[in-house]
């Protein structure tokens, strides 16, 4: 596990919500804009600890 930081969250969740930007947008989409891929990445949504800041869209999205 990567140490938290300023915000308390640790460096892959920052890099996550850095990825969402302003729109919903895909699994897919997160993982390029991320760099996360693979199965870590859908397993940390919806984020826990960060309540209001990712919100579940119909068809898989997330904003």
């Known amino acids: ?3 938290p930081s300023a915000t308390g969250l ?3 969740y920052e890099m996550l919500l850095d990825a969402l ?3 919903p947008v ?3 989409t997160l993982a390029v804009r ?3 891929f ?3 990445m859908p397993s940390m949504l919806p984020m826990p600890g960060v309540p209001g ?3 579940p869209y119909p068809g ?3 904003g």
């Open 38 to 40: 693979g199965e870590a």
């Open 53 to 55: 800041r990712v919100t």
């Open 1 to 3: 596990m990567q140490n």
């Open 60 to 62: 898989g999205r997330h």
């Open 26 to 28: 895909t699994h897919d």
């Open 10 to 12: 640790d460096k892959e």
């Open 21 to 23: 930007g302003f729109e």
């Open 34 to 36: 991320s760099g996360l």
